[in-house]
């Protein structure tokens, strides 16, 4: 590693980014959807009910059913983003068959926007073209890596893994602790766990953890507040 490789270490240099980004955004939101909701039906029988049957069928059904729902979500979204990069490439490459010269002097313009003299500007487009026409282009004017498409599977995969991770949390708590503590044992739980996974997409994504800690916090802790409240207004009147 060079002294400049070493000194900038930490920074996002190296290939595969979007992808690395995709997988991260989500495995976060997937790990943080399943804490909620699946703790937020869990909460909300019991609000309804002290019987734990009830209250673990809903989970275990809302954990199955989120999973699902999360995987197909993330596959359909960035499939169409995946098909909107894979359309500007081929586009970009026609351009670049059909009209070289334009498609220079658009690159030459682009490097002159970004503060280069003509001259400099002129210099680097013709370089970059003699290399990599397609991947200069696509790098300056669209910020897309061509070999780095984002991967719709991928995203599915890590949205359903984490969901399901993060929903068995409050469905453990649910079992564990006795009627009595379950659902503020469940609701200590919870909040912990986003907390932790708050701070943990703050941390790999380079940003302070404090305020996306709070974020999803407080996030979790009214839509327990809320969910509870409404199986307990249900429980008390529709159920009685």
């Not at 708050?198 to 839509?223: E, K």
Request: hydrophobic share 50%.
């Amino acid at each position: 590693m060079t002294e400049v490789e070493a000194t900038h270490a930490n920074e996002p240099h190296s290939g595969g980014l979007a992808n690395r980004l995709n997988w991260l955004r989500a495995g976060v939101l997937g790990a943080n959807d399943g804490i909620v909701s699946v703790s937020a039906i869990a909460v909300g029988v019991a609000g309804a009910t002290l019987q734990l049957g009830p209250i673990l069928a809903a989970s275990v059904a809302g954990l199955v059913g989120g999973a699902i729902s999360m995987a197909l979500g993330e596959y359909v979204s960035v499939s169409s983003q995946r098909d909107s990069e894979r359309a500007l490439i081929a586009k970009e490459q026609a351009e670049l068959a059909t009209m070289p010269h334009e498609e220079l002097a658009e690159l030459t313009q682009l490097y002159q926007n970004k503060g280069l003299s003509p001259q400099t500007a002129r210099q680097v487009a013709e370089e970059l073209t003699a290399n990599d026409a397609l991947a200069a282009h696509l790098d300056a004017e669209l910020n897309i890596d061509q070999h780095d498409i984002v991967s719709p599977w991928r995203a599915a995969y890590a949205s359903a893994i984490a969901f399901l991770i993060g929903g068995v949390l409050p469905i453990v708590a649910i079992i564990v602790f006795p009627a009595s503590m379950r659902v503020p044992a469940t609701f200590a739980v919870v909040l912990l766990a986003l907390a932790i996974t708050g701070a943990a997409g703050g941390y790999l994504g380079g940003s302070p953890v404090l305020r996306p800690t709070a974020r999803v916090v407080l996030g979790g802790a009214i839509a327990l507040a809320a969910t509870f409240l409404v199986g307990r207004l249900l429980g008390t009147t529709v159920l009685a």
